[in-house]
């Protein structure tokens, strides 16, 4: 049930926290063999935060905003005592001493962690095919992909393993699982949301948000975890709205931007057709529908895939084998070990990165591959902003295509990367995206729809995601599918 809903049975004593997260952890038990969307189930902290919470309500305290709602936390974010792997060889064995700011809130918001996500290893991907632990699959069809690289997050979501759950966004790590897995994924602002605890890929791109069922589970998550954190010298400090008081407003008049340049040829046509549809639906709100030109937004990836890859590289760098993390048993020097612990540790995907990163920041090519992508993604920005000068929001597919099979393109890492066309360029300009459930394909797997609003405009983005939704009732003409809940 959604969260206002479960938060008001839990209040009215007709459910328990601790029947709630059991079955919660008996789905998990049913459907993992086949999903693999966990690296780690926490029966022991769910069941002891479950309890925690049943206390308080038998006491009459306040159990918090999230009393109760079970979690998955993907497994690039810190959890204080729990294994935190980044779904890497690297950091198999890697036990954080401290807690990530976003599962520190949800734990004092009442939250229940059932298990940390699988994901693509250190969140390079775009199907959670480089997990070093194996694939995830998608809940609609296990012959499918569930996203990348927060596929574990996405499919436990919407296989109804748990209530809510995490993921990071890099480029589109978010939206396009959610897309992906008929879910709602949202990625906030660059900044709204504190990075301290997540492990690093590409820091000025790097945002945590969101899955869940409904949009408005959507907003009751982000309220807790926005917010300020003077540990993370990104996180803004501005107020934090009522995400929650802001999904009935009036959206008549509202003008949506329909983006050009993301129906591109190679658009899946019932993609493009179900977006077109939604786009109406908004339309039939009372919301005007305007063409809008950003000439540089498919510029994007060219720019992403230098940028991200940069960053990476100077991130990943801290694991040489010496502090933390895997060791070669099989080295007769320093550099030795060095190279041969991150030889064996990282996987082909994430070495690939490093090395296209490397380059890009060496001596006589920074200027002409990195110093050229920052100038190019400010222009991409300048574009958005005189694009928002002329409408609220601006609509396009969250993804050119629904769920491809397994091995499509691991012989073919462009066309992988290809996938994130439409998603990176909010990641570059900083902006907060939502993907909504918007239809289904002819072989019965989810189309996503993304909305783009300004920076710090998650209220006006939630808003209309959440009357579409209520409007278009998507999943009320699902088709059917074992996995699903």
Not at 105 to 124: I, Q, S
Not at 341 to 356: M, N, T, W, Y
Not at 438 to 457: K, N
Request: glycine share 8%.
């Amino acid at each position: 049930m959604p969260i206002g809903a479960w938060s008001d049975a839990l209040r009215n004593g007709s459910a328990t926290a601790k029947e709630h997260s059991e079955q919660a952890l008996e789905r998990i038990a049913a459907t993992e063999p086949e999903l693999k969307a966990f690296v780690n189930v926490t029966g022991d902290q769910a069941r002891a935060q479950a309890e925690a919470v049943d206390q308080a309500i038998a006491a009459k305290q306040d159990p918090g905003p999230l009393a109760g709602v079970t979690i998955g936390i993907k497994d690039n974010l810190c959890t204080k005592g729990i294994t935190t792997t980044c779904s890497s060889r690297m950091l198999e064995n890697f036990v954080p001493p401290y807690e990530s700011t976003v599962t520190d809130r949800l734990w004092k918001a009442g939250a229940v962690m059932v298990g940390k996500t699988n994901l693509d290893e250190f969140a390079m991907g775009s199907s959670t095919e480089t997990s070093a632990f194996g694939m995830t699959s998608n809940p609609w069809d296990v012959g499918r992909v569930p996203g990348g690289s927060s596929g574990g997050s996405a499919a436990c979501v919407a296989a109804g393993q748990c209530d809510v759950a995490l993921g990071s966004d890099t480029g589109g790590s978010i939206r396009q699982p959610a897309s992906f897995c008929g879910v709602v994924g949202l990625k906030p602002t660059y900044g709204r949301v504190s990075r301290w605890g997540l492990v690093a890929f590409a820091s000025s791109l790097d945002q945590i948000g969101p899955f869940s069922r409904t949009v408005a589970d959507s907003a009751a998550v982000l309220q807790v975890i926005a917010g300020h954190d003077p540990r993370d010298s990104t996180s803004l400090d501005v107020p934090v709205p009522d995400y929650s008081a802001a999904l009935n407003r009036p959206i008549k008049g509202l003008k949506i931007g329909i983006l050009k340049e993301a129906f591109v040829e190679g658009l899946q046509p019932e993609v493009e057709a179900s977006v077109k549809a939604a786009a109406e639906q908004l339309a039939s709100l009372g919301c005007e529908l305007v063409d809008v030109s950003c000439p540089r937004f498919q510029a994007g990836i060219a720019t992403y895939y230098v940028i991200a890859p940069s960053e990476a590289s100077a991130n990943l760098a801290r694991y040489d084998g010496v502090k933390y993390g895997y060791r070669t048993a099989d080295a007769d020097s320093l550099s030795a070990m060095t190279a041969k612990s991150r030889a064996e540790g990282f996987g082909d995907e994430v070495q690939r990165r490093i090395l296209i990163g490397t380059y890009a920041l060496s001596a006589g090519y920074v200027d002409a591959y990195y110093k050229k992508a920052q100038q190019v993604r400010t222009l991409i920005r300048q574009e958005f902003d005189r694009a928002f000068e002329q409408v609220d929001l601006l609509l396009t597919p969250t993804a050119p295509t629904t769920a491809f099979a397994p091995g499509e393109h691991s012989n073919d890492p462009l066309a992988m990367y290809l996938a994130d066309l439409l998603t990176i360029p909010a990641n570059l300009a900083g902006l907060p995206a939502i993907s909504v459930p918007c239809g289904f394909d002819g072989q019965g797997l989810p189309i996503g729809l993304q909305l783009m609003a300004p920076v710090l405009q998650e209220e006006r983005l939630l808003q209309v995601a959440h009357q579409y939704e209520q409007a278009a009732d998507v999943m009320a003409a699902r088709p059917q599918a074992p996995l699903v809940a």
